[in-house]
Protein backbone atom coordinates (compact mmCIF):
# COMPACT_ATOMS: atom_id res chain seq x y z
CA UNK A 1 0.00 0.00 0.00
CA UNK A 2 1.04 3.66 -0.28
CA UNK A 3 0.75 6.70 2.29
CA UNK A 4 -0.91 9.35 0.66
CA UNK A 5 -0.41 13.17 2.40
CA UNK A 6 -3.68 13.91 3.51
CA UNK A 7 -3.70 14.75 7.36
CA UNK A 8 -3.97 18.54 9.61
CA UNK A 9 -0.41 18.63 9.21
CA UNK A 10 -0.68 17.39 5.60
CA UNK A 11 1.49 14.30 6.60
CA UNK A 12 -1.50 12.85 8.47
CA UNK A 13 -2.95 11.06 5.90
CA UNK A 14 -0.51 10.30 3.17
CA UNK A 15 -1.87 7.37 1.33
CA UNK A 16 0.71 3.86 0.85
CA UNK A 17 -0.58 1.09 0.22
CA UNK A 18 -1.70 -1.41 3.08
CA UNK A 19 1.38 -3.53 3.72
CA UNK A 20 4.01 -3.13 6.87
CA UNK A 21 6.29 0.13 6.75
CA UNK A 22 9.58 -0.26 6.20
CA UNK A 23 11.86 3.12 5.48
CA UNK A 24 9.73 4.40 3.08
CA UNK A 25 6.20 4.78 3.09
CA UNK A 26 6.05 3.71 -0.06
CA UNK A 27 5.66 0.02 0.23
CA UNK A 28 4.92 -1.87 -2.43
CA UNK A 29 6.04 0.92 -4.80
CA UNK A 30 9.44 2.29 -6.52
CA UNK A 31 11.40 4.43 -3.40
CA UNK A 32 10.50 7.75 -4.14
CA UNK A 33 7.79 7.54 -6.97
CA UNK A 34 5.01 8.57 -4.55
CA UNK A 35 6.81 11.74 -3.30
CA UNK A 36 6.22 10.21 0.40
CA UNK A 37 8.93 10.95 1.91
CA UNK A 38 9.92 14.42 0.49
CA UNK A 39 6.07 15.26 1.36
CA UNK A 40 6.66 14.25 4.96
CA UNK A 41 9.99 16.52 4.83
CA UNK A 42 8.03 19.43 3.47
CA UNK A 43 10.10 19.14 0.41
CA UNK A 44 6.73 19.93 -1.58
CA UNK A 45 9.71 21.10 -5.27
CA UNK A 46 11.15 17.26 -4.63
CA UNK A 47 7.30 15.51 -3.98
CA UNK A 48 6.02 17.08 -7.10
CA UNK A 49 9.27 15.96 -9.39
CA UNK A 50 9.10 12.52 -8.26
CA UNK A 51 5.64 12.32 -9.29
CA UNK A 52 6.38 13.88 -12.60
CA UNK A 53 8.67 11.01 -12.89
CA UNK A 54 6.50 8.63 -11.95
CA UNK A 55 9.35 6.12 -11.81
CA UNK A 56 7.05 2.53 -12.66
CA UNK A 57 3.78 3.89 -11.40
CA UNK A 58 0.83 4.42 -13.74
CA UNK A 59 -0.61 7.85 -14.40
CA UNK A 60 -4.08 6.79 -12.90
CA UNK A 61 -2.82 5.60 -9.72
CA UNK A 62 -4.85 6.34 -7.37
CA UNK A 63 -2.09 7.15 -4.59
CA UNK A 64 -0.32 8.83 -7.11
CA UNK A 65 -2.69 10.82 -7.76
CA UNK A 66 -3.94 11.85 -4.28
CA UNK A 67 0.15 12.56 -3.47
CA UNK A 68 0.10 14.90 -6.71
CA UNK A 69 -3.16 16.46 -5.21
CA UNK A 70 -1.46 17.49 -2.23
CA UNK A 71 1.36 18.93 -3.80
CA UNK A 72 -0.46 20.97 -6.28
CA UNK A 73 -3.29 22.01 -3.33
CA UNK A 74 0.50 23.21 -1.10
CA UNK A 75 1.65 25.01 -3.73
CA UNK A 76 -1.64 27.15 -4.23
CA UNK A 77 -2.70 25.55 -7.09
CA UNK A 78 -6.25 24.54 -6.16
CA UNK A 79 -7.99 23.72 -9.40
CA UNK A 80 -5.31 21.26 -10.28
CA UNK A 81 -5.70 19.62 -6.84
CA UNK A 82 -9.83 19.89 -6.86
CA UNK A 83 -9.30 17.82 -10.26
CA UNK A 84 -7.05 15.15 -9.00
CA UNK A 85 -9.05 14.52 -5.69
CA UNK A 86 -12.31 14.32 -7.81
CA UNK A 87 -10.67 11.59 -10.52
CA UNK A 88 -9.64 9.53 -7.47
CA UNK A 89 -13.32 10.09 -5.98
CA UNK A 90 -14.84 8.97 -8.95
CA UNK A 91 -12.40 6.28 -10.00
CA UNK A 92 -13.36 2.79 -10.37
CA UNK A 93 -10.22 2.01 -9.28
CA UNK A 94 -9.46 2.49 -5.41
CA UNK A 95 -8.13 0.24 -2.76
CA UNK A 96 -7.44 0.56 1.10
CA UNK A 97 -4.13 2.34 1.76
CA UNK A 98 -2.50 2.97 5.08
CA UNK A 99 -2.48 6.72 6.32
CA UNK A 100 0.47 8.64 7.71
CA UNK A 101 -1.26 8.58 11.12
CA UNK A 102 -1.93 4.30 10.84
CA UNK A 103 -5.76 4.74 9.84
CA UNK A 104 -6.43 2.54 6.57
CA UNK A 105 -8.81 4.05 4.01
CA UNK A 106 -10.28 3.68 1.02
CA UNK A 107 -8.97 5.81 -1.60
CA UNK A 108 -12.07 7.38 -2.54
CA UNK A 109 -13.07 8.02 1.22
CA UNK A 110 -9.48 9.50 1.02
CA UNK A 111 -10.23 11.86 -2.13
CA UNK A 112 -13.07 12.98 -0.11
CA UNK A 113 -11.29 13.93 2.22
CA UNK A 114 -9.00 15.79 0.64
CA UNK A 115 -11.76 17.53 -1.03
CA UNK A 116 -13.33 18.60 2.56
CA UNK A 117 -9.65 20.13 3.03
CA UNK A 118 -9.27 21.94 0.01
CA UNK A 119 -12.61 23.32 0.28
CA UNK A 120 -11.21 24.87 4.10
CA UNK A 121 -7.47 26.08 2.18
CA UNK A 122 -9.86 27.83 -0.80
CA UNK A 123 -12.07 29.44 1.78
CA UNK A 124 -9.77 30.73 4.14
CA UNK A 125 -8.04 32.62 1.07
Do not use: W
Not at 79 to 100: C, G, N, P
Amino acid sequence: MFKVLAAAALVAGLAAPSLAQERSGEVGYPVGSLGYDALVRGDVQAAELQLERGSGVASTDPARLINLGYVHMRAGRFITAQTLFQAVRDSEEHFIVELANGETADTRDVARRALGRLQMSMASR
